[in-house]
């Protein structure tokens, strides 16, 4: 696989759902990727980018947002409280909002410093123990705690259970999000994007596809 193919495969998967032709975002996702892996894909003139990690980000952007210019990066992965300033001030767009302390947090700096990133929230559409993000039962309610607090709420985010149907989760996302009159759709991965695409993902999440086996780390 190769950044060109994901991307004729999201043209695909966008024209058989009858979707215009770019509606679709693909977040790369770079976290734990060597440095030169990343470069590569941004002489491509790919310029979204997902981290799970504030730490990694910090290390990683700044140097290139030097080198190629304006870069738009996403945390997609948990953000602890104590991080938030940090992770605001380093990305463009955070999927990962999932508790009332953290929408707290990011209000106050929001107030505090005139400037917040997008916000998805992140739904635990699997009701899985050791996974982050508001249950679906309970969505409704954090959407409008969101809103009362004048955050940015783009749409909403989720990450299946992986012994499950995604299509499942995907759809039951795509529900809860018209409930509440949102249009942002953050779901699908390299396994699954298509039919994320078909039930209305505007934001897809993939990474080894495009850069190749992730180095631990």
């Given at each position: 696989?190769?950044?060109?193919d994901?991307t004729?495969q999201?043209?695909?998967?966008?024209?058989k759902?009858g979707?215009?032709?770019?509606s679709?975002k693909?977040i790369?996702?770079?976290k734990?990727?060597?440095?030169e892996r990343?470069?590569?894909?941004?002489?491509?003139?790919?310029?979204?980018f997902?981290?799970?990690?504030?730490?990694?980000?910090s290390?990683k952007?700044?140097?290139?947002?030097?080198?190629?210019?304006d870069?738009?990066?996403?945390?997609i992965?948990?953000?602890?409280t104590?991080?938030a300033?940090?992770?605001?001030a380093?990305?463009?767009?955070?999927?990962t909002l999932?508790r009332?302390?953290?929408?707290n947090t990011?209000?106050r700096?929001?107030?505090?410093?005139?400037?917040c990133p997008g916000l998805?929230?992140?739904?635990?559409?699997?009701?899985e123990?050791?996974k982050?993000?508001?249950?679906?039962?309970?969505t409704?309610d954090?959407v409008?705690?969101?809103?009362?607090l004048?955050?940015?709420?783009?749409?909403?985010?989720?990450?299946p259970?992986i012994?499950?149907?995604?299509?499942?989760?995907f759809?039951?996302l795509?529900?809860?999000?018209a409930r509440?009159?949102?249009?942002?759709?953050?779901?699908?991965m390299?396994?699954?994007?298509?039919?994320?695409i078909?039930l209305g993902a505007?934001?897809?999440?993939?990474?080894?596809?495009?850069?190749?086996?992730?180095?631990?780390?």
């Amino acid at each position: 696989m190769s950044l060109t193919d994901i991307t004729q495969q999201i043209t695909k998967a966008e024209a058989k759902a009858g979707r215009p032709a770019g509606s679709v975002k693909l977040i790369a996702v770079s976290k734990v990727q060597p440095k030169e892996r990343v470069a590569a894909v941004l002489d491509q003139g790919h310029r979204l980018f997902g981290e799970n990690r504030v730490q990694e980000a910090s290390d990683k952007w700044p140097a290139f947002r030097e080198t190629y210019g304006d870069i738009d990066v996403h945390l997609i992965g948990p953000l602890q409280t104590n991080k938030a300033r940090q992770a605001m001030a380093l990305f463009g767009t955070i999927h990962t909002l999932d508790r009332p302390k953290l929408a707290n947090t990011i209000a106050r700096l929001a107030q505090e410093t005139g400037n917040c990133p997008g916000l998805f929230i992140q739904v635990n559409t699997g009701e899985e123990a050791q996974k982050a993000g508001v249950m679906s039962t309970e969505t409704d309610d954090f959407v409008e705690t969101c809103r009362g607090l004048d955050l940015p709420v783009l749409g909403l985010m989720c990450i299946p259970p992986i012994d499950e149907e995604p299509s499942l989760h995907f759809a039951l996302l795509q529900k809860l999000a018209a409930r509440n009159g949102l249009t942002g759709l953050s779901m699908g991965m390299s396994s699954d994007f298509a039919s994320a695409i078909a039930l209305g993902a505007t934001h897809v999440r993939v990474g080894s596809a495009i850069f190749g086996a992730r180095v631990a780390g």
